[in-house]
């Protein structure tokens, strides 16, 4: 790959030679450094589960909040620099606030993830500032139905049946395009994202890990809010039982 | 091309090199070419019609998120080629400019106008520092009140120009060829259903290849239905058939 950096990553405001802005893919870089945040858009509504990795012991159960809540029925899940994420948060609930007063009613789902991604392009743009370095998955559910969005720090916003960012995306993607989510219930996908980001862990570099999820759904009354943590720990457990019952399995074949 | 003299501050921000290029400006259509991506438009008698490839490479994505296509005014429309998110920042001040010009005069913009001010705002774009260009070509077309049917294409370095056919992206050069032979002669004026099977048939002949009607966006305007429509798969794939049994 040439021309890494040599004087062209200096700022978001230059081209490379070859037509690539390099700041920005930099910020995406920060993402993959961070935890995996996964999202699926299921019959029933959507449910976007993240990797907190805890890096010590002294660290308490509930801190470093990754998954966010705009308006009644919009969730956020923030993968990348959580302070940058905050940012991106603070914003979403800005607009949704001044689209209330602008026109009576909650903001769809649609609307408010192309403010929020127009926002981020505008810190690709100009040299004073940097490019958050950070993706947002959306998970809204309005008149239009379940949808589930990714932001990311050049701007980009794609909406998604599925997706996948952070340290092991490859691999999470690749279990997430085995999953039928045309018939998945909410319920189910809260066990199946357990077991995807259970599998893709990885237990060698970070030991801690707490699973915080989100969904809006039928089962919530539309509203986004933290899966109900008896739900989290099962699927927890089942897909960990799941696991070292294959691993055991691998070593008894090995031998 | 020496680069040893231009290890300045040319290359970084738009001032000019001592061979007097614009190094910056040539970069932002170095990243129009980069998303492999190839758009046409063919301006016929009454109509004006535009493709562009729609590739979307995740299969989780859901596509009908991802357009290039974009509605200026209610006759007016564009199709963009290169980054997706300096596209959106463009239409979305392009719309701007086209309703407050019909809030002033009360009537639609003149689509040359509109591509003027497109044009006026990336150059200031390459004459300012602490701003980059857009890496975006922008064709513009619509049914001008009075002079019908226009097409231009704008492009980063804030040049504009009213063009028959025109082509942006990777393949462009290519395109630009195929759409000459075509067109050679000046009088030679398409109706509808040909001209956007011109602008289909010049696709598939620089990408070599035959396409679904779910990989491209086709978009049109014409005199009898001047409001801007991006067409469905089936009238897509009607007129890839229509295409297949001429030959």
Redesign the interface.
């Known amino acids: 790959m040439t021309s890494i950096g040599t ?2 990553d ?12 390099f700041q920005t893919e930099y910020a995406m870089k920060s993402v993959e450094n961070s935890g995996t945040a996964v999202g699926a858009r299921c019959s029933d509504g959507v449910v976007i589960a993240v990797e907190k990795v805890y890096h010590s012991r002294m660290m308490m159960k509930g801190s470093l909040r990754r998954v966010h809540f705009v308006e009644k029925h919009i969730g956020v899940g923030i993968a990348g620099l959580l302070p940058d994420g905050r940012q991106m948060v603070s914003k979403c609930r800005e607009e949704a606030t001044q689209y209330r007063e602008v026109y009576g009613e909650p903001v769809p789902g649609r609307v408010l993830v192309d403010r929020l ?2 926002f981020t ?2 810190y ?5 500032v940097r490019s958050f370095g950070c993706s947002a998955l959306v998970a809204a559910y309005d008149a239009e139905g379940p949808q589930l ?1 990714m932001v990311e720090p ?10 996948a960012t952070g340290k092991a995306k490859q691999q999470a ?1 690749t279990e ?2 085995k999953l039928k989510l045309g018939e998945l219930t909410c319920r189910e996908a809260v066990t199946e994202l357990a077991k995807t980001i259970v599998n893709v862990h990885d237990s060698t570099k970070d030991k801690l890990y707490e699973l915080e999820m989100l969904w809006v759904c039928e089962e919530s009354g539309r509203t986004a809010q933290f899966v109900p943590q008896e739900l989290i720990d099962e699927a927890r457990k089942a897909a960990e039982d799941e696991k070292d019952r294959e691993d055991d399995d691998d070593d008894m074949d090995d031998a | 091309m020496s680069r040893g003299s231009s290890a300045g501050y040319d290359r970084h921000i738009t001032i000019f090199s001592p061979e007097g290029r614009l190094y910056q400006v040539e970069y932002a259509f170095k990243a129009v070419k980069s998303t492999g991506i190839t758009s046409i438009a063919v301006r016929g008698k009454d109509c004006v019609c535009a493709i562009t490839q729609k590739k979307v490479s995740d299969k989780l994505v859901d596509p009908t998120s991802v357009s290039h296509m974009f509605r200026l005014a209610d006759n007016h429309g564009c199709v963009t080629t290169g980054s997706l998110m300096d596209a959106k920042l463009q239409v979305d001040q392009t719309r701007k400019e086209a309703a407050e010009f019909k809030f002033d005069h009360s009537y639609e913009i003149p689509v040359e106008y509109l591509a003027k001010q497109v044009a006026d705002r990336n150059q200031v774009y390459t004459q300012h520092a602490y701003i980059r260009p857009l890496g975006v070509v922008m064709i513009i077309f619509g049914v001008d009140e009075e002079k019908g049917p226009q097409l231009f294409r704008c492009d980063p370095a804030g040049y504009y120009v009213g063009f028959r056919a025109c082509a942006a992206g990777q393949k462009d050069q290519e395109a630009m060829n195929f759409l000459e032979k075509k067109l050679k002669n000046a009088e030679t004026e398409l109706d509808d259903n040909e001209t956007i099977q011109t602008a289909i048939l010049a696709l598939q002949t620089v990408l070599a290849a035959d396409f679904k009607p779910s990989e491209v966006e086709v978009s049109m305007v014409t005199t009898a239905k001047p409001r801007f429509t991006v067409l469905s798969e089936a009238e897509v794939e009607a007129h890839l058939t229509a295409i297949s049994e001429r030959d």
């Open positions: 004087g062209y200096l700022s978001s405001s230059t081209f490379s030679p070859e037509g690539r802005v991604a127009r392009h505008l690709t743009l100009y040299w004073h969005y050049s701007g980009m916003l794609m909406r998604y049946n599925a997706c993607k997430l395009e």
